[in-house]
């Protein structure tokens, strides 16, 4: 089974309006993180948020939130006041027992989501 | 401080023929990782090592090695390429902050093109 799912192969969304990429997720590890990345067309990847399964609140970075509902498994994105520049393939992606340095390095992927913005 | 570097950026081999992707970073990191990217897959990890003289295999180990002789660098052989091993691959270190959160570096990436 997919450790990571983004259903979302491609999403549309209008310059300064918000926009929702889903990301659930399995597993049975009780401490785990979740990490959302973007890759510009350029090909880097770029780290924007994270979240551990401990963390009470939701995760913030300036237009980036994370919509962390544990019960459900997920770990929405949502990009405020979307910009031309964020047009890019996002990937949502977890580390299992973040109590372990052991497993530092180790992320497991989804398929990823290709946002792109329009004026 | 560079972070994480990749050689070469673009490779195109033969089929049967080996080679060896760089990677290295200046950041004192134990952790490193390898992933590679295919089309409508997402990044999948190969090796990973959680310091020198120590290393584990991914998810999608088969045709490849890795060693780790020194925190800085953790190069990636392909022993005998095949078509499947087109892909562009990442090389990736990590920490973990004081705060038990992870930052994972990614490098640049390498372009490899098997015929």
């Known amino acids: 089974a997919q450790k990571i799912t983004q259903t979302q192969p491609g999403m549309f ?28 067309s350029s090909g880097e990847m770029i780290f ?14 300036g237009r980036y939130s994370l919509n962390f509902q544990k ?3 997920s770990a929405n994105l949502v990009i405020s006041a979307s910009q031309l520049g964020d047009s890019a393939m996002y990937f949502c992606a977890m580390r299992e027992g973040m109590n372990r340095g052991s497993t530092l390095g180790r992320l497991y992927f989804g398929r990823g989501t290709q946002l792109t913005v329009w004026p | 401080n560079a972070g994480v570097t990749q050689t070469p950026k673009f490779q195109v081999l033969k089929t049967g023929q080996s080679m060896t992707l760089q990677c ?19 990044l999948r990890l190969i090796h990973y090592s959680v310091g020198a003289g120590i290393t584990d295999q991914g998810e999608v180990p088969n045709g490849y090695n890795v060693s780790r002789s020194t925190t800085e660098d953790f190069p990636l052989r392909l022993l005998s390429a095949a078509p499947s091993q087109t892909s562009v691959y990442f090389c990736a270190s990590s ?3 004081a705060a038990s959160t992870e930052t994972q570096y990614f490098g640049p990436g390498t372009r490899l093109l098997v015929l």
């Open chain 1, 71 to 73: 019960a459900r498994k």
């Open chain 2, 24 to 42: 290295a970073q200046d950041m004192n990191h134990e952790y490193m990782s390898w992933y590679r990217q295919d089309p409508g897959m997402g």
């Open chain 1, 13 to 40: 969304v209008q310059e300064k309006e918000a926009v929702t990429l889903d990301c659930t997720y399995d597993t049975s590890d009780p401490s785990y993180g979740l990490f959302w990345y973007k890759q510009p």
């Open chain 1, 48 to 61: 924007l948020i994270y979240q551990g399964s401990y963390d009470q609140q939701n995760a913030t970075e």
């Open chain 2, 95 to 97: 920490e973990l902050s």
